[in-house]
T-cell receptor, first 113, second 114 residues
Framework: DQQVKQNSPSLSVQEGRISILNCDYTNSMFDYFLWYKKYPAEGPTFLISISSIKDKNEDGRFTVFLNKSAKHLSLHIVPSQPGDSAVYFCAARGWSGSEKLVFGKGTKLTVNP | EAQVTQNPRYLITVTGKKLTVTCSQNMNHEYMSWYRQDPGLGLRQIYYSMNVEVTDKGDVPEGYKVSRKEKRNFPLILESPSPNQTSLYFC?????????????FGNGTRLTVT
């Protein structure tokens, strides 16, 4: 039973355009959502997060949107740069710090120059 | 520098030969965890530890053991490796009681079992 789903295994965009990565979840107890970025030969690194009390969080070129009623979140990257090419993992957990972080399968983003 | 250190980065071994992958963090994190990443399957949790001497199974614990004798170290032990354990392994850590504390990952260990 996959609680966090990233339905697009890959995404290709042109440099300078917007990249939109999507994530759906099924567990209504999830309260905190994170995005991680992973380059080849490196571990995943934390990118941005959002708690369920918000619907938007912005950090520079990265914005995460949360639609709780639809159990859907998205990561927007504007403008996209070739260095953004990586695998992006969506993750979610309950609000308690002891809750396990559940990961999606990842979306490979390629930004073409 | 705050980091999670895994060793070795690459390991090739044969079926049945016991091995240990070490993991160490210098951030005083209570929570540590092991994941494996396989194509099309994403990151799957193997074992985790809430604190010293407290460990529990994740989603795919079969064939693995862990120990947490010290706060900073969380080794992953494969007593009798098999080819289906060929994978990319990541160790991660975070604070236990801070809900917005993200996981910090090591750079991975690529294991091949022949």
């Amino acid at each position: 039973d996959q609680q966090v789903k990233q339905n697009s295994p890959s995404l290709s965009v042109q440099e300078g355009r917007i990249s939109i990565l999507n994530c759906d979840y099924t567990n209504s107890m999830f309260d905190y959502f994170l995005w991680y970025k992973k380059y080849p030969a490196e571990g995943p690194t934390f990118l941005i997060s959002i708690s369920s009390i918000k619907d938007k969080n912005e950090d520079g070129r990265f914005t995460v949107f949360l639609n709780k009623s639809a159990k859907h979140l998205s990561l927007h990257i504007v403008p996209s740069q070739p260095g953004d090419s990586a695998v992006y993992f969506c993750a979610a957990r309950g609000w308690s710090g002891s809750e396990k972080l559940v990961f999606g399968k990842g979306t490979k983003l390629t930004v073409n120059p | 520098e705050a980091q999670v250190t895994q060793n070795p980065r690459y390991l090739i071994t044969v079926t049945g030969k016991k091995l240990t992958v070490t993991c160490s963090q210098n951030m005083n994190h209570e929570y540590m965890s092991w994941y494996r990443q396989d194509p099309g399957l994403g990151l799957r949790q193997i074992y985790y530890s809430m604190n010293v001497e407290v460990t529990d199974k994740g989603d795919v614990p079969e064939g693995y053991k862990v120990s947490r004798k010290e706060k900073r170290n969380f080794p992953l032990i494969l007593e009798s490796p098999s080819p289906n354990q060929t994978s990319l392994y990541f160790c991660a850590s975070s604070f236990y009681d801070r809900p917005n504390s993200p996981l910090h990952f090591g750079n991975g260990t690529r294991l091949t079992v022949t």
